[in-house]
């Protein structure tokens, strides 16, 4: 489930204005889920620039390091949290 989708399914009618409201908690499962797909969304970008670039640059020690480039920008991306 996506963050958007989570919020509209938590989300209440206000009664101190006319709309909805969220829980706080809500709100930061909501901000935790994002992060995590922007982090994925990253991970595969990078993933496929080092495979597919190195390869059809010719790079071809890139090419046979890039499982561990991609596994370096993986703890680094965790590490960030």
């Known amino acids: ?3 958007e989708e989570y919020l ?11 709309g909805y409201d969220v829980a706080y908690e809500d709100a930061k499962e909501a901000v935790k889920m994002e992060r995590k797909e922007m982090e994925e969304k990253a991970i595969n970008a990078f993933a496929s ?4 670039y190195s390869h059809e640059a010719g790079f071809t ?11 370096v920008f993986t703890k680094m991306m965790k590490d960030k949290r």
Not at 61 to 71: G, L, Q, R, T
């Open 49 to 52: 620039f080092v495979e597919d």
């Open 1 to 3: 489930m996506k963050a």
């Open 8 to 18: 509209k399914e938590n989300r209440f009618e206000s009664a101190e204005y006319a």
């Open 61 to 71: 020690e890139i090419c046979k390091e890039s499982e561990h480039y991609i596994k």
